[in-house]
């Protein structure tokens, strides 16, 4: 039994994964945090439980999450991103996260999957028919910008590519999964949760 710990700088979804992982079993209590550095600072030391943001203002990843995992050794530690890219997953995890969830899983699903590292369990956190395990986490990056509804010009400045990369990347994504354009691409990502 012990306290979790929620690091975001979104206070909405702070405030709803504090309220989630309250349910799981063996959790006391849960805290908020909108930084890495405001947990470390002032976080019970015996947490048991870390959910962490990828992505906080002013804090890299590559830096913060060892030092979270570091300061709390016997925590789990689990990244929860709007992120879709697999490198952000995978340095995650070689970072010292159990698992990686996206922001736009199920509940239930993500209930389930932190009662179960709790308990000294794995987790896969995205199945293996995953159709978006098909694309390169570029690709996903230009798509999910797609469904924000950003021009190609304002793709290529967010990702610092040019814009005849970005066409190229989208011109590969059309054909591998078959779609005729931007409208269809969009409502694919909708349709497979990239939203």
């Known amino acids: 039994?012990?306290?979790?710990?929620?690091?975001?700088?979104?206070?909405?979804?702070?405030?709803?994964?504090?309220?989630?992982?309250?349910?799981?079993?063996?959790?006391?209590?849960?805290?908020?945090?909108?930084?890495?550095?405001?947990?470390?600072?002032?976080?019970?030391?015996?947490?048991?439980?870390?959910?962490?943001?990828?992505?906080?203002?002013?804090?890299?990843?590559?830096?913060?999450?060892?030092?979270?995992?570091?300061?709390?050794?016997?925590?789990?530690?689990v990244v929860v991103s709007s992120s879709l890219s697999r490198a952000d997953r995978d340095l995650s995890l070689a970072l010292g996260?159990?698992?990686?969830?996206?922001?736009?899983?199920?509940?239930?699903v993500v209930l389930q999957s932190l009662t179960a590292l709790l308990t000294g369990r794995t987790v896969e956190t995205r199945s293996p028919g995953d159709p978006t395990g098909r694309l390169t986490p570029r690709q996903l990056d230009i798509l999910t910008e797609l469904v924000?509804?950003?021009?190609?010009?304002?793709?290529?400045?967010?990702?610092?590519?040019?814009?005849?990369?970005?066409?190229?990347?989208?011109s590969r994504l059309y054909r591998e999964l078959g779609l005729s354009g931007r409208e269809a691409a969009v409502q694919w990502a909708r349709e497979n949760g990239i939203a």
Do not use: N
Request: hydrophobic share 45%; glycine share 6%; charged share 20%.
């Open 97 to 108: 996260a159990r698992a990686f969830f996206e922001k736009h899983a199920h509940p239930e």
């Open 148 to 170: 924000r509804g950003s021009s190609q010009k304002a793709i290529a400045a967010r990702l610092g590519v040019s814009p005849e990369t970005v066409k190229t990347h989208l």
């Open 1 to 77: 039994m012990g306290e979790a710990l929620i690091i975001d700088d979104h206070k909405l979804f702070g405030a709803g994964m504090k309220t989630l992982v309250c349910d799981l079993p063996g959790i006391t209590d849960a805290h908020y945090y909108p930084t890495p550095a405001a947990a470390l600072e002032a976080a019970p030391e015996d947490a048991v439980l870390i959910v962490a943001d990828f992505y906080v203002p002013g804090y890299p990843a590559a830096d913060w999450l060892p030092r979270l995992k570091a300061h709390f050794r016997d925590a789990v530690m």
